[in-house]
């Protein structure tokens, strides 16, 4: 089946750009979480939804950092005015909750680079 | 969340069996323990979680000891695919509808599949 989908894979902007990053959870999964990987780290925690409400944004390291999820299905990340420690790689993934299961499911990734 | 502490790498022969430990000696009653694993340049993917007791699927075991302040993945027949970095995380399992369930990666353990 289709499993977390996210695009780009890949963006490069230049410092001062806006940018969108969407991502496609698993069909049905009522939670949503973003993650930031920089390199050589491990994904850190950035906000969750379940379903359109985003009930923790604690993550996000700064004003400039906004996430939405509208209709409780597709999730945009948007970066505005980047920065050269925006470079990361950008993850999403989903969980159904259903029967107690809360194990996430991760997409690949967007590889950010901010020149 | 309690805090895990892991090797920061291994080496496994191909077709043997590969043991990753991880120390999570302040983790609660309430707390599981879970396993992933993130290939280069993919998301992560979830491989096992445990309370107490011992648990197997089709990917790997987990054997979490009596006092659950120390836990061991174990790949039976480790190949060269399954050379990727190794992420134990406590926190809570289940699903209660409340509060954000995100994931609190450390560093993992690097493990390389030796031909």
Known sequence: ?115 | DAKTTQPTSMDCAEGRAANLPCNHSTISGNEYVYWYRQIHSQGPQYIIHGLKNNETNEMASLIITEDRKSSTLILPHATLRDTAVYYCIVRVGGYSGAGSYQLTFGKGTKLSVIP
Not at chain 1, 3 to 17: F, I
Not at chain 1, 108 to 113: N, S, V
């Open chain 1, 1 to 115: 089946g289709a499993g977390v989908s996210q695009s780009p894979r890949y963006k490069v902007a230049k410092r001062g750009q806006d940018v969108a990053l969407r991502c496609d959870p698993i069909s049905g999964h009522v939670s949503l979480f973003w993650y930031q990987q920089a390199l050589g780290q491990g994904p850190e925690f950035l906000t969750y939804f379940q379903n359109e409400a985003q009930l923790d944004k604690s993550g996000l390291p700064s004003d400039r950092f906004f996430a939405e999820r509208p209709e409780g299905s597709v999730s945009t990340l948007k970066i505005q005015r980047t920065q050269q420690e925006d470079s990361a790689v950008y993850l999403c993934a989903s969980s159904s909750n259903r029967g107690g299961r809360n194990e996430q499911y991760f997409g690949p990734g967007t590889r950010l680079t901010v020149t």
